[in-house]
């Protein structure tokens, strides 16, 4: 694999220290948490005690002030051990954006300084039963009712769901305006109506909470408004890059650790007198993905040195998340296929991350969206080496 040049010397000794945390407080005890449903809240405390959690906050809010990569390799060590139940990406990389960005003073000093010690629990509510991806369909509404808002509707397939205290909160505010009456919130998980439906079975990702969400005429003050009434859209927008980001980070990671699992696994394991790595078709078969994953890897920490200067569009995050998350459950699939029966059982880690692929293809907007994007400014602008030349 290449060399990546983007972490410096201080970046890679955090990656040890995250390293040794994975694998004392997490990895011996992940299996139970899969049947659990859910992580202890202890974690996240220990997580915040080690300084884990929202590396980007400023001091000023409570946190150490790092850049980026700190947090991506945070990402990275947990999804290199397989373990997808700790939601830290929702709480670090959206929520914690969302009040660093748009927040009040008030709601900065009140909920990052927690965030970080991972005394409270962030989660994102957007996703609605009539509303994935197509986000100006949401139907929880919020009306103004002197100093305060109601809000009254359901979220579904939410992240951190069960365990939340902060909940960033897409909702209506103007049900004839389009993207122009979407309002974001911050509510309380303590709030009167707010209710905590089921934590959902899922396909993979078994440990990391996933809810229904209830609000029935939930009362917040009008402080609690995130950014400005009606710019709720707007404010979504800004942040699609960064997310589409962090899923492509994701895949291009385990992309490269399932090749990994494989080749040590078909090194050891023998078939008609040989290992199965002495046979042709697994030889090309790693030889094709190891060359799609470095491929990935590049264009991946590209994307990564773009957003850290401001300069990610939301195109190049679209076409990052669709060529990674293609290429994680591509992987998956190939790689489960010469690990044979022992592939599907549990016990393996290739059979958990199969599992917990799937996902990838939808969450942050689906490949189809993705897909729609990319074209959309394909046939906008058209590329001049694409031009046919006029005739002589």
Not at 134 to 155: E, F, H, M, N, P
Not at 208 to 228: C, H, I, K
Not at 276 to 282: G, K, L, M, V
């Amino acid at each position: 694999m290449i060399e990546r040049t983007l972490f410096r010397e201080e970046h890679n000794i955090f990656r040890e220290s995250v390293r040794r945390f994975v694998e004392r407080e997490i990895v011996p005890f992940h299996a139970q948490w899969e049947k659990d449903g859910v992580v202890p809240r202890e974690l996240w405390l220990k997580a915040g005690a080690e300084g884990l959690l929202c590396c980007t906050v400023p001091e000023e809010y409570g946190g150490l002030g790092l850049d980026y990569l700190f947090d991506v390799v945070v990402f990275e060590e947990l999804w290199r051990a397989g373990a997808s139940g700790p939601g830290f990406l929702i709480h670090t990389d959206l929520v914690a954006s969302y009040i660093l960005s748009f927040g009040t003073e008030e709601q900065k000093r009140t909920w990052l300084p927690r965030m970080v010690s991972g005394e409270a629990i962030g989660s994102l509510g957007m996703t609605e039963p009539h509303a994935g991806s197509d986000l100006k369909a949401i139907r929880t509404r919020a009306t103004r009712d002197g100093d305060d808002y109601v809000i009254s509707g359901q979220k579904v397939f939410i992240s951190n769901g069960q365990l939340c205290d902060i909940l960033v909160l897409a909702t209506k505010t103007d049900s004839q305006a389009g993207a122009k009456g979407i309002t974001l919130f911050l509510v309380e998980g303590d709030r009167e109506g707010f209710r905590r439906g089921k934590n959902l079975e899922k396909l993979g990702m078994h440990a990391q909470d996933t809810s229904e969400l209830f609000f029935d005429n939930v009362r917040v003050p009008a402080t609690n408004l995130l950014g400005q009434e009606g710019r709720g859209f707007a404010h979504m927008m800004t942040k699609l890059a960064q997310e589409r980001l962090a899923q492509a980070i994701r895949s291009a990671l385990v992309t490269e650790t399932i090749i990994g699992w494989t080749v040590d696994y078909t090194s050891e394991r023998k078939a008609f007198g040989k290992t199965i790595a002495d046979f042709q078709n697994t030889q090309f078969k790693l030889a094709e993905l190891e060359t799609e994953a470095t491929v990935a890897r590049v264009f991946t920490d590209k994307c990564i040195d773009l957003f850290m200067q401001g300069k990610l569009d939301p195109v190049e995050a679209a076409m990052a998340k669709m060529f990674t998350a293609n290429l994680h459950c591509k992987a998956a699939d190939e790689c489960l296929q010469l690990f044979g029966g022992w592939g599907y059982m549990w016990e393996y880690p290739i059979a958990r991350a199969y599992a917990d692929a799937r996902i990838i293809k939808i969450a942050g907007g689906s490949i189809e969206i993705m897909k729609t994007i990319i074209a959309r400014r394909l046939f906008a602008h058209k590329h001049p080496i694409r031009t046919p030349a006029a005739a002589e």
